[in-house]
């Protein structure tokens, strides 16, 4: 079965400031994996997503993300925060598979300070 | 184009009563999934269906929930009876075979307060 795992249920920065969000994934077949963001009473919308082609991904709104099969990883990152930032960021695996469902993790709460 | 409509928005209740949630999926998708969020929990897979037909179950809660897609451009997620335990958002969400590479498409969801 695949799982992800977000480290940090909250991360705060400084506007500026690198952004790192942290998940690892298990998947007993190659994965597809994803990074969705969450704006408060909204729906989850996609940020970036890998699908075995090239390792680093990137993403809308300057985010990107990097798969490192040795490290079952697929952090998010961002070299500069914006306040607009500031929001709920998921990470999600599925099977390489076509019609098989998203397995989200728990969720990062992004803070972004002045 | 419309992206995924759900409804309501807000939904109160009573515990006990009968609560149906319903999901307008983007025209042409053939995969719809409902999806609930809790603080606790987090985003948990209910069900998802594949051209209207029911794929996968497992994630229903118990028999008070039941989920159905009379026709490609409608779905219902209904609830009865209600519990306290059961106050969440709610998120449909629709995706294509022919785009596949595991992109969903969320409703805004529907927050329900069971008292």
């Known amino acids: 079965a695949q799982s992800v795992t977000q480290l940090g249920s909250h991360v705060s920065v400084s506007e500026g400031a690198m952004v790192l969000l942290r998940c690892n994934y298990s998947s007993s077949v190659p994965p597809y994996l994803f990074w969705y963001v969450q704006y408060p009473n909204q729906g989850l919308q996609l940020l970036l997503k890998?699908?075995?082609?090239?390792?680093l991904v990137k993403g809308i709104n300057g985010f990107e993300a990097e798969f490192k099969k040795s490290e079952t990883s697929f952090h998010l990152t961002k070299p500069s925060a914006h306040m607009s930032d500031a929001a709920e960021y998921f990470c999600?695996?599925?099977?390489?598979?076509?019609?098989?469902?998203?397995?989200f993790g728990k969720g990062t709460t992004l803070s972004v300070s002045s | 184009d419309a992206g995924v409509i759900q409804s309501p928005r807000h939904e109160v209740t009573e515990m006990g009563q009968e609560v149906t949630l319903r999901c307008k999926p983007i025209s042409g998708h053939d995969y719809l999934f409902w999806y609930r969020q809790t603080m606790m929990r987090g985003l948990e897979l209910l069900i998802y269906f594949n051209n209207n037909v029911p794929i996968d179950d497992s994630g229903m809660p118990e028999d008070r929930f039941s989920a159905k897609m009379p026709n490609a451009s409608f779905s219902t997620l209904k609830i009865q009876p209600s519990e306290p335990r059961d106050s969440a958002v709610y998120f449909c969400?629709?995706?294509?075979?022919?785009?596949?590479?595991?992109?969903?498409?969320f409703g805004e969801g529907s927050r329900l307060t069971v008292l």
């Open positions: 969400a629709s995706s294509s075979i022919r785009d596949w590479a595991g992109e969903l498409f």
């Open positions: 890998y699908t075995s082609a090239a390792t």
């Open positions: 999600a695996v599925s099977l390489n598979q076509a019609g098989t469902a998203l397995i």
